[in-house]
């Protein structure tokens, strides 16, 4: 049993769909980044920065992952994290029981087709994906992280399967 499971990867791996599969076995709680709410700005007159927005969708995202975990909610399951947070995770979480299952693929087209297929029509930046996937791939693991390799593989075979 943990405390938290993290799910890291590029966009359009299956991050959320995992984290569903994991939420429906444990039973538990899961916190995806989408979840914080809407916001502007800060006082109502300054523009929102891309750094300003991903800061304070991470603290929110942590703020919720320990009100559960204060709660003594068990294997919360976090999600959507962007890749520059992920050296965060055994940081903040020292000390917790945890492990960040971060998902790769080999195939950029699996990706891709992934992407298109959304249905919430998300980002579809083919490019940037590719870039950010090779990045995740070539990053060495972190303390408590375990790589899974979805290249291939169906959604029910990678939930079937770990």
Not at 37 to 50: A, H, I, K, L, Y
Not at 71 to 100: E, H, M, Q, W
Not at 107 to 115: T, V
Request: net charge negative.
């Amino acid at each position: 049993m943990k405390d938290f499971i993290f799910i890291t990867g590029t966009s359009g791996i299956g991050k959320s769909t995992l984290a569903k599969g994991l939420l429906e076995h444990y039973k538990t709680t899961c916190v995806e980044q989408w979840m914080v709410p809407d916001f502007f700005s800060r006082n109502g007159v300054e523009e929102m920065t891309g750094e300003l927005e991903e800061l304070t969708c991470w603290e929110n995202q942590v703020a919720m992952l320990f009100c559960f975990n204060k709660l003594g909610y068990k294997n919360v399951i976090a999600s959507d994290i962007d890749d520059l947070r992920t050296s965060d995770i055994p940081i903040v979480f020292k000390g917790y029981r945890f492990v960040t299952i971060k998902l790769i693929c080999y195939d950029i087209h699996q990706l891709q087709n992934q992407m298109k297929n959304r249905p919430n029509n998300g980002l579809i930046d083919f490019e940037l994906q590719q870039k950010l996937n090779d990045k995740i791939i070539n990053r060495t693991p972190l303390v408590n992280e375990i790589e899974l390799d979805v290249t291939g593989l169906s959604i029910d075979a990678v939930l079937k399967n770990h």
